[in-house]
Structure formats: C-alpha cells, structure tokens
C-alpha cells in the first residue's frame, strides 16, 4: 500500500515565505515521490476559530490554493481540496469528540497559552476563547484520520496536535475497532527549516510578527521593499561578513539553488557590501517571482 502524506494550512492570511519553505515546499517534494498519495487541503473551518471575517477566510482561501499550484502541486497526482467541501470532517469530529477527554483538551498548548494570558492581564481564566480554539486539536485529529494519513508535514509547534491525533485514534480503535485498526496512527513530518528561517528583523518568520517575506501580495515592489527591511549587522563595503550568522544569507538560501548560496556566501565573507547583497538577493528573487508568474499563465 503507498505511504499516504496529509497536510493542511489554515486560511487565516497571506502566505508568506515562511511558509513556502516550510510547509508547502516539503509537502510538494513528497508528493513527487512514488509510493506516496499526497492529499493537502485548505482547512477553512479551522480559520472560523481566529478569525470572524468571511473576506478575509475567503481571500485567504484563493491566495492559498493559487501559492499551492504556482508551487508546483499536480492536480492530477494530489487529492487538493477544501476541508469544508468534505462534510464527512465535520461529521467524524463529532463522533471524535465523545470519545476525547476533556482532561486532553485542557493539555493543549494552543488553549493553555491563552489561559496563562489571560491570568496576566488578571482576567477570568476563560475569557475571550471559544469552543473552536478549546477543542481545535480533535477537528485537526478527524482531517488526519479521516483519510487514515501515515504521514503529516507539519511545523513543530505542532507536534502536541500530532500527538493528540494518535490518542483519539487509539481509542476510537480500542473501543469500535473490534480487534482491527480502524484508524491508520498518523507520524509527524517535522521540517528542521521552518524553526531555522528568520524573519525581517532576525525572529522566525511568523505574520503575527510583521517580519514576514510576501510570496505574491504586492508583487516585485512588495518584493524589494522586505528584502531592504532585512536586518544586518554595521559591517561595511570590504569587510568581511558572518554570512551564516546573517538573515539575509539564511533567507537567501531558502530559496536559491546550492550553487547560487555558496556563491553568495563566499562573496559576503570576501567583503560584499549589504546594500549590494541586498540587490543580489532582490534581483533573483524577482527573477524567480516573474516565472512563477509566467507557469501560472500558461
Ligand atoms: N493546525 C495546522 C496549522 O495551524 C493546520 C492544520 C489543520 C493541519 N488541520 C490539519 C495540518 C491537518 C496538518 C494536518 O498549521
């Protein structure tokens, strides 16, 4: 039986390079592979729970779905879809939520930060979160097993999300599997490159930061202005550079190919000067932006 890869991205917001490298582009990689049915999706009932604007979910939605095929996804190979096309999803999360301990629910980390905020603003435990954030975890659970995935690409805040999935599962088979594994338990696939991309300013790159690179939104000028926002240390012109140490290097090679880094590298340590890198940075990332363009147009 081929391996199946499962993974989904919440339509709560522009995707960003970050995500690119992260999520999509590993995703994509093992979808090329054989032996593997890969099957990803935009999982727009999970926006409802941060976001109460339909404009955005639904903007979100198609900057999403056009990110994931200008990446390279092959409709013919991928099963791609909306999570709220599949009522079925809705309808296993139910039957997942009474078998799921409330007690698990209270562990999660998602739900347990918003509690310790609100304890240091001094108001009541519960405040502000509804019943979608609290039990997040077991919608996330019926979109893995549903399609009974072996493997799931995701970043590694969250792994705990993983982990919960594989619980419920291990009940619901203990208790209706009559002695056969009903539900497939889902493995995490954590990309080491999503902790290790910096942001703008040298944080990871995360939207609620603002130090995110844009993927399209904004096009070549968005484009050009992130990249001259990317922080650098006051080395000057013929000074040698800490390229591993430097942002930009690290954003650099996030999207270039080997040869082109280790280009880049040996220049910054001979002396390049930051506003040059920046141009050699902003030139082929504009190169790189225009033929997507082009794919996507043909
Ligand atoms: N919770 C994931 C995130 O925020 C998105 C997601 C929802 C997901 N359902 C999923 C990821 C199922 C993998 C599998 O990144």
Redesign the pocket.
Known sequence: MNTRV?????TSGTPHLGNYVGAIRPAIQASQQRNVDAFFFL?DY?ALIKSEDPALIARSRLEIAATWLASGLDPQRVTFYRQSDVPEIPELCWMLTCVTAKGLMNRAHAYKASVDQNTAKGVEADDGINMGLFSYPI??AA??LMFNAHK?P??RD?TQ?LEMARDIAQRFNHLFGQGRDFFVLPEAMISEDVATLPGLDGRKMSKSYGNTVPLFEGGAKALNSAIAKILTDSRGHGESKDADASHLYLIYKAFAQPAESANFHAELLAGLGWGDAKSVCATESNKRWARYVHTTKT
């Open positions: 499962l993974t989904g991205i919440t999982a999970h919608l996330m979109d893995i799931v995701v970043g969250q999300h």
